[in-house]
């Protein structure tokens, strides 16, 4: 009976292996059995049927590989190779790894691949970790036929064929590989190789996502949230994001909290948008850490607390998060519930400024135009305001026209003045509304138009610009008595 329970020994699954009367295989073992040694290895290794032991995994591991065992060579290799209960050491791992890769064990010649392939305690040799990766993939390793779909997809190493990245991808997905999965997604989302085809991406997206792909279950929670390439489902969205948050994704966990924090399609919850972007905050989600900071600032779902929501912004926008950069340059300028710090406001205004943010832009401008925090120079707000109106910013807009039509910095021009505040005007720009009227009231750099100046003093005046009402009112008594002459 013992002769044929350890014929079969080899093949046993661990969860069986628990319940072997322990002293059989060790009686077994001290016989010279390498298979009942391989076996008492592993239950060792795991914990699985006594208490987990590195140590005499080790013993037992070495053992069999002395008498050849290609499964207890790897498994040595493993533990020297990830420092699992003894010390870390790449040399013996590969010793121990071509052990058992020349009896043609495909994890092995995996593990060599990646050896090679990344100069693990070995001179890297892409070429060498190429041939590995091939023997294992045509063994049937999916991690290397992953592996090598990457490599041709990507180009390196090697020329980039997407032919054969699609061959790999598909040999490794057959055997629900959920990164071949997504990854083939890809390559019909994009039509890489391939006839472009959403249908086809969709599929293979949902079949990684099926095989537990994070990436793929948030892709498809975006896709089904937008409707990018399906018809919009909400609560997909929401089954395919809830997916992949409970794989920890912090992405995921942010879109839930969106969703639950604008009520958008979902019941409004603060609490439950609280829950996931704290979660997702956790992971240093840069978004997760701006949303908080509105919640605390606001009092939304939370205590009000100031303190807090800057120290959310603050990690934020050291994540070149731009609108904490911004909001914090906000903050300190205006000084809102924190002293005013000019210093730290155009520390913050120059970093947003420099990924783009056009409100940052202008806000550098006016710090420069009105000297305040920083020695006033019309030449630098004439810059930065340059570089808002470069972007459509109608504030931006406005001060550069203001600029021309009170000759500040620059020679007085009130046709360039014109042209800027049109700009910032047809933006619904209330100032740039008020002064075009002046412009056209008093005829500075046009005819005298009443009709125009009633009209852009009446634009800003509907936006409660008193301003604009009051000259409004002022033209037309004007107009009024000029009839009477």
Excluded at 60 to 69: G, K, L, V
Excluded at 85 to 101: S, W
């Amino acid at each position: 009976m013992k002769q044929l329970l350890f014929c079969f020994l080899c093949l046993v699954p661990l969860s069986i292996l628990a319940e072997i009367n322990i002293s059989d295989l060790s009686d077994k073992a001290n016989q010279g059995d390498a298979r009942a040694k391989f076996a008492l290895g592993l239950m060792y290794n795991d914990g699985k049927g006594v208490k987990q032991d590195y140590l005499k995994a080790k013993k037992y591991f070495a053992s069999a590989a002395d008498q050849n065992n290609a499964k207890a060579q790897f498994r040595l290799g493993v533990m020297y190779d990830d420092g699992k209960g003894i010390r870390q050491d790449h040399e013996k791992a590969r010793k121990y790894y071509e052990l058992a890769a020349k009896q043609n064990d495909p994890r092995a010649q995996f593990r060599l691949g990646v050896i090679y392939y990344d100069g693990k305690g070995v001179r890297q040799d892409r070429g060498k970790a190429l041939k590995y990766y091939e023997l294992a993939a045509n063994k049937g390793s999916a991690n290397a036929q992953y592996i090598l779909g990457t490599i041709y997809d990507d180009g390196q190493v090697v020329i980039q064929d997407y032919q054969k990245a699609k061959k790999y991808y598909e040999l490794a997905a057959k055997q629900d590989d959920a990164r071949a999965q997504f990854r083939l997604g890809d390559m019909y989302h994009d039509g890489k190789g391939v006839g472009k085809d959403l249908e086809k991406a969709i599929k293979y997206y949902e079949i990684a996502a099926i095989h537990g792909d994070v990436s793929a279950q948030n892709l498809l929670g975006t896709a089904y949230y937008y409707g990018f390439g399906v018809k919009r489902n909400i609560l997909k969205a929401k089954k395919y994001y809830e997916l992949a948050a409970k794989q920890g994704d912090a992405n995921s966990l942010f879109d839930l909290g969106y969703m639950y924090d604008k009520g958008e399609y979902v019941r409004q919850d603060h609490q439950k948008a609280q829950k996931y972007y704290e979660l997702a905050a956790k992971q240093d989600e840069p978004r997760a850490n701006f949303m908080l900071g509105i919640m605390y600032d606001d009092g939304k779902g939370v205590k009000q607390d100031h303190e807090i929501a800057l120290k959310h912004y603050e990690s934020a926008a050291s994540q070149d998060h731009v609108d904490a950069q911004f909001k914090l340059g906000t903050i300190y300028y205006e000084g809102k519930n924190v002293n005013p710090d000019y210093e730290k406001a155009k520390k913050y205004f120059n970093l947003a400024s420099s990924k783009g943010d056009v409100r940052a832009s202008s806000a550098l401008g006016v710090m420069y135009y009105d000297g305040k925090g920083v020695k006033q120079d019309y030449k630098k707000a004439k810059y930065y305001f340059e570089i808002g109106t470069f972007k459509q910013d109608a504030n931006s807009q406005f001060k550069l026209g203001f600029m021309y039509d009170k000759g500040e910095g620059v020679e007085k021009n009130y046709l360039e003045a014109k042209k800027y505040y049109e700009l910032a005007a047809n933006q619904g720009n209330v100032d740039a509304q008020f002064f075009l009227g002046e412009l056209y009231h008093f005829g500075n750099g046009v005819e005298v138009d009443f009709n125009k100046a009633k009209y852009y003093y009446g634009l800003a005046c509907d936006k409660g610009y008193q301003n604009g009402c009051d000259s409004s009112e002022k033209l037309n008594k004007k107009v009024s008595n000029m009839s009477k002459l």
